[in-house]
């Protein structure tokens, strides 16, 4: 597991960006429970995710907002354009009681921008 604590802060809000190889959703799940046991990450108001998994030569996306409407699926596009199969990539976010609207969505791309260029 790897964990990239305050990626961006903005207006209140924080964000950090974990990740790991996973085999099928069931792994990815497991992996993002495991995340949830570390007691900042329970109190996050956001664990977004997403995962392509690869079998038998197909592609199966997955994604999970959890509440942050839309995460998933800029998680997952960024996913799919970098070719990353088999590793879960989480969003965590923790609210800071300003509304961000839109900067949001550019948050989440900068927290999984640092999570891959970690991975080289």
Request: proline share 1%; net charge positive.
């Amino acid at each position: 597991m790897r964990i990239i604590e305050n990626v961006v802060s903005d207006r209140g809000s924080r964000y950090a960006v974990s990740g790991g190889a996973v085999a099928g959703r069931d792994g990815a799940e497991a992996f993002v429970a495991d995340l949830r046991r570390i007691k900042k990450f329970a109190k996050a108001t956001h664990n977004s995710w997403a995962v392509l998994i690869e079998r038998d030569g197909q592609r199966d996306p997955i994604r999970n907002d959890d509440g942050e409407a839309g995460a998933g699926a800029v998680i997952l596009r960024m996913l799919e354009r970098e070719g990353l199969v088999n590793h879960v990539v989480v969003v965590t976010r923790w609210y800071g009681g300003v509304k961000l609207g839109g900067d949001r969505f550019r948050h989440v791309t900068a927290a999984v921008r640092a999570y891959l260029a970690e991975l080289g």
